[in-house]
Nanobody, 122 residues
Framework: QLQLEESGGGLVQAGDSLRLSCAAS????????MGWLRQAPGKAREFVAA????????VYTDSVKGRFTISRDNAKNTVYLQMNSLKPEDTAVYYC???????????????WGQGTQVTVSS
């Protein structure tokens, strides 16, 4: 089992940047594919980005490509999401999650954090 704790959320203006962090404890962090997912008010949870076990491969949803960058530091048991050029539609609770495959399929992620709120004002 992984215990995950997100941080770095906040209230920003459109065009600003934020860096989310997710610290992991518990079982070996490096055996998990790590993902970021988000849920906006009144909407279903959606996939944002994922990174492979060594950090060499990444996957992004189309709406964040070129703006968001996922990375991980296995020595620090931490995964990051650098978010640039933020838009109001990026407003959501952001969750990090551990999974078994580098995929956008949400059901493959079994270990979840509590989430961190990101609010982007126009």
């Amino acid at each position: 089992q992984l215990q995950l704790e997100e941080s770095g959320g906040g209230l920003v203006q459109a065009g600003d940047s934020l860096r989310l962090s997710c610290a992991a404890s518990g079982r070996a962090f490096s055996i998990y594919v790590m993902g970021w997912l988000r849920q906006a008010p009144g909407k279903a949870r959606e996939f944002v980005a994922a990174i492979g076990r060594t950090g060499g491969n990444t996957v992004y949803t189309d709406s964040v490509k070129g703006r968001f960058t996922i990375s991980r530091d296995n020595a620090k048991n931490t995964v990051y999401l650098q978010m640039n050029s933020l838009k109001p539609e990026d407003t959501a609770v952001y969750y990090c999650a551990g999974g078994v495959a580098l995929t956008s399929v949400i059901r493959t992620y079994s270990q979840w954090g509590q989430g961190t709120q990101v609010t982007v004002s126009s």
